[in-house]
C-alpha cells in the first residue's frame, strides 16, 4: 500500500531550528511536495523536489533522498508565525499525491 | 490569496439539505480538484478534474456529486449528507496533470458541519 508517515507534533523555540522528517511509499515516485497549513487557512505550497539532495528557499529547505523514501523539512531562525501544520505529500505514478496526517509545528516565546 | 476562492467559507445543514459548495480558481489552470480534511487525519482526494473532464473519482459516496461547468469553476453538489461527512472541504487547482506542472494550489475551504 502506499503511506505516508511524519510525526503528530513537534515543539521549538523561537529562533532555534527544527527539522520535520517524512518517510514514503508509493507505487512510482514523481516528486515529494511540503504545505504549510495554518488553523483555519489553504495550505500553501512551501516545496518540491524529485532529485536527490537539498533545496534552499530563505529560511526553509527541504532535502530528499529517493533510495531512502525519505525527506526532511529544515525551518531556520523560527518565528512565531512559523507556528502552523507542515504536510507531506509525495506524488505517484499516477500523479496522486499522497498525503501524510501533518506535523502540528508549535513554536515557544 | 492563492488565486482560489470558494463559498461558503462555512455552512451548517441538517441531513435531508440539499447544498452546493462553489470553487473558482483565476490562475489559467487546466486541473482541479476536491478534497476532504478531517482532524488529524491525511487529506482524502475526492474528485479530479482535468480540462473539464472527471479522471478520478476516489470512491466516494453518492450523496456528494461534483459538478464543471468550465476549467475555472468547480461545484460540490451536497444531498442527505451524515453527521461524519462533517470536514473541512478544500478545492484545490494546478497547471496540468503531470509534466511537471502538478503544483497544487488551495482555496481556504469550507467549514462543514452536518447536524
Known amino acids: 500500500g502506499q503511506n505516508i508517515d511524519q510525526p503528530t507534533e513537534m515543539t521549538a523555540t523561537e529562533g532555534a531550528i527544527v527539522q520535520i522528517n517524512c518517510t514514503y511509499q508509493?507505487?512510482?515516485?514523481?516528486?515529494l511536495f511540503w504545505y504549510q497549513q495554518h488553523a483555519g487557512e489553504a495550505p500553501t505550497f512551501l516545496s518540491y523536489?524529485?532529485l536527490d539532495g537539498l533545496e534552499e528557499k530563505g529560511r526553509f529547505s527541504s532535502f530528499l533522498s529517493r533510495s531512502k523514501g525519505y525527506s526532511y523539512l529544515l525551518l531556520k531562525e523560527l518565528q512565531m508565525k512559523d507556528s502552523a501544520s507542515y504536510l507531506c505529500?509525495?506524488?505517484?505514478?499516477?500523479?496522486?499525491?499522497?498525503w501524510g496526517a501533518g506535523t502540528k509545528l508549535i513554536i515557544k516565546p | 490569496e492563492t488565486g482560489v476562492t470558494q463559498t461558503p467559507r462555512h455552512l451548517v445543514m441538517g441531513m435531508t439539505n440539499k447544498k452546493s459548495l462553489k470553487c473558482e480558481q483565476h490562475?489559467?489552470?487546466?486541473?482541479m480538484y476536491w478534497y476532504k480534511q478531517s482532524a488529524k487525519k491525511p487529506l482524502e482526494l475526492m474528485f479530479v478534474?482535468?480540462?473539464?473532464?472527471?479522471?478520478e473519482n476516489n470512491s466516494v459516496p453518492s450523496r456528494f456529486s461534483p459538478e464543471c461547468p468550465n476549467s475555472s469553476h468547480l461545484f460540490l453538489h451536497l444531498h442527505t449528507l451524515q453527521p461524519e461527512d462533517s470536514a473541512l472541504y478544500l478545492c484545490?487547482?494546478?497547471?496540468?496533470?503531470?509534466?511537471?506542472?502538478?503544483?497544487?494550489?488551495f482555496g481556504p475551504g469550507t467549514r462543514l458541519l452536518v447536524l
Open positions: 484545490a487547482s494546478s497547471q496540468d496533470r503531470g509534466e511537471g506542472r502538478e503544483t497544487q494550489y
Open positions: 490562475l489559467g489552470h487546466n486541473a
Open positions: 478534474y482535468n480540462f473539464k473532464e472527471q479522471t
Open positions: 508509493t507505487s512510482g515516485f514523481n516528486g
Open positions: 523536489n524529485v
Open positions: 505529500a509525495a506524488m505517484d505514478s499516477n500523479y496522486q499525491l499522497i
